[in-house]
């Protein structure tokens, strides 16, 4: 199975942990609690798996690669059958900037490789 746990950026975070109260009288939300991400990572550029914005947080959330638009290490570590080779796994190939295609079927994937900040 490939990898699970997916990087996540600060924003859909937020979104995912933030516990909301929402009958104020003046009709605004307030943020009531929300449970802080803890770094795993060095700070590095990665793809948040939701939303493909770059995110440097180093906090990521275990996902199915399939359920999410942006799966990390789509390369590397994708389950995903070739229908052109058989049922075997596709042979990625990189399609700069930031895709990956397979070259036997033409399967095209975003993607955004991973690098350390200077």
Not at 52 to 66: C, L, N, V
Request: glycine share 6%.
């Amino acid at each position: 199975m490939s990898n699970w746990n997916q990087p996540i950026c600060e924003r859909c975070w937020i979104e995912a942990e933030a516990v909301w109260v929402t009958d104020l009288p003046d009709g605004r939300d307030r943020l009531e609690s929300i449970r802080f991400p803890v770094r795993l990572t060095n700070p590095t550029i990665e793809q948040c798996a939701w939303c493909g914005q770059p995110t440097i947080i180093g906090a990521y959330k275990r996902a199915d690669p399939r359920a999410v638009p942006y799966p990390a290490h789509i390369h590397e570590n994708d389950p995903e059958r070739c229908p052109e080779r058989d049922g075997r796994e596709h042979l990625w190939v990189d399609d700069p900037p930031h895709r990956v295609r397979c070259i036997e079927c033409g399967t095209s994937r975003d993607t955004l490789r991973t690098g350390t900040l200077p």
